[in-house]
């Protein structure tokens, strides 16, 4: 079974609106740690956001929030005011703290930002 | 500034050929990974490492090895074995929940 599924293969949006990028998750660890990456053409891998399970609050980074929603196990992208430079792959990944440091890795979405 | 250095960018490769990935890092990070990425698939794990002289294998193994003699270097070698290893390459180390990937080897085999 997939422990992170991105359901969304491909998202448009256009310059200056939000966009919501999905991210479900199944472990049975209760202590995790969810990540969101950027991935341009270039293919590195560019850190935006992490939250911990046990975080009350939801992390926000800039322009970027992760809306968390624990009993759904749902680890959403929130990307407020869409810019041309955000066209990119975006990755959700999670990390069981009960086992190695290993990431997991969602599929992935294409986000492309038109003018 | 501290990061990490994949070496070379792309890479050909022939049929039956092994071929080493450099990867290396001056971060003072002791776990070190590396990933594979297909169109498609989004990153899957093929070794990591939590300490020097010790790694473990990841989902997707087979046809690589890695070795890990000191902290700074996780260098992996696609074998024969490995049946279809035209893919990108990423490399990562981590300290705590920072991780910090390198910029990738494109392998290609001709």
């Known amino acids: 079974a997939q422990k992170i599924t991105q359901t969304q293969p491909g998202m448009f949006v256009q310059e200056k609106e939000a966009v919501t990028l999905d991210c479900t998750y199944d472990t049975s660890d209760p202590s995790y740690g969810l990540f969101w990456y950027k991935q341009p053409s270039s293919g590195e891998m560019i850190f935006l956001i992490y939250q911990g399970s046990y975080d009350q609050q939801n992390a926000t980074e800039g322009r970027y929030s992760l809306n968390f929603q624990k009993a759904r196990k749902s680890a959403n992208l929130v990307i407020s005011a869409s810019q041309l430079g955000d066209s990119a792959m975006y990755f959700c990944a999670m990390r069981e703290n009960s086992g190695y440091s290993t990431l997991t890795f969602g599929k992935g979405t294409m986000l492309l930002v038109s003018p | 500034d501290g990061g990490i250095t994949q070496s070379p960018k792309y890479l050909f490769r022939k049929e039956g050929q092994n071929v080493t990935l450099s990867c290396e890092q001056n971060?003072?990070?002791?776990?070190m990974y590396w990933y594979r990425q297909d169109p498609g698939q989004g990153l899957r794990l093929i070794y990591y490492?939590?300490?020097?002289?010790?790694?473990q294998k990841g989902d997707i193994a087979e046809g690589y090895s890695v070795s890990r003699e000191k902290k700074e270097s996780f260098p992996l070698t696609v074998t024969s074995a490995q049946k279809n290893p035209t893919a990108f390459y990423l490399c990562a180390s981590s300290r705590g929940y920072g991780y910090t990937f390198g910029s990738g080897t494109r392998l290609t085999v001709v």
């Open positions: 971060l003072n990070h002791d776990a």
């Open positions: 490492s939590q300490i020097v002289n010790d790694f």
